[in-house]
């Protein structure tokens, strides 16, 4: 069975700190990995990785995929309370058909 | 960039009839489409996996005569919830495949079945 595991699954840290989130997987016929964010409504992307050890940034956030380990892992730096949201990690798969499975999901709130 | 416009954003109807939520790529082909439905605090769950030309591709545990799926053409997508009951009303988002540059999400249809 296809499989997205997220952790933490929640997490309450400070304006100014440093998070990382955890994504593992174990799907077959592995594409890449997609990281989202979520606040109130439909997710908004962040990054696509297909490639092992290639660190994408935008900002402040940063993401890196190890397709040896079977996981990936979403930096964020310096949160600001607009960071707060629920940070999904989707692999996206091709078995003949395409198919995105998701974790469940990080929820993440930065308190002032 | 890339655009999916999904609706209604929401819609109330009564125990028993039928609704229908449209998801159209407005600035590009979508082949494939996914309809996701999501629990309040809880992730995205796949429901099907819409196929231009062909049958959509259900989930396990997903109902098909249920959860009606139409992918008439290459910028559309039809999700119909048959004979909907409260247990249905969730949030119903769909999103759509650009090449291997990623998905784009609708905006998300909101159901409440009275």
């Known amino acids: 069975e296809d499989k997205v595991v997220q952790s933490p699954l929640s997490l309450v840290v400070h304006e100014g700190d440093t998070v990382t989130l955890n994504c593992s997987y174990e799907v077959t016929n592995f594409r890449s990995l997609l990281w989202y964010k979520q606040e109130k409504k439909a997710p908004t992307f962040l990054f696509m990785l297909?490639?092992?050890?290639i660190e994408k940034k935008s900002g402040r956030l940063s993401s890196i995929l190890d397709k040896k380990e079977l996981f990936s892992i979403l930096n964020i730096t310096a949160t600001q309370t607009g960071d707060s949201a629920v940070y999904l990690c989707?692999?996206?798969?091709?078995?003949?058909?395409?198919?995105?499975?998701f974790g469940t999901g990080t929820r993440l709130l930065v308190s002032p | 960039g890339a655009v999916v416009s999904q609706h209604p954003s929401w819609v109330i109807c009564k125990s028993g009839t039928s609704v229908k939520i449209e998801c159209r790529s407005l600035?590009?082909?979508?082949?494939?489409m996914f309809w996701y439905r999501q629990f309040p605090k809880k992730s995205l769950m796949l429901m099907a996996t819409s196929n231009e030309g062909s049958k959509a591709t259900y989930e396990q545990g997903v109902e098909k005569d249920k959860f009606l799926i139409n992918h008439a053409s290459l910028t559309l997508s039809t999700l119909t919830v048959t004979s909907a009951h409260p247990e249905d009303s969730s949030f119903y988002i769909c999103?759509?495949?650009?090449?291997?540059?990623?998905?784009?999400f609708g905006s998300g249809t909101r159901l409440t079945v009275v």
């Open positions: 297909t490639s092992s050890g």
């Open positions: 999103s759509a495949v650009r090449g291997n540059y990623g998905y784009t």
């Open positions: 989707a692999v996206f798969m091709n078995t003949g058909f395409q198919k995105l499975v």
């Open positions: 600035d590009f082909q979508a082949t494939t």
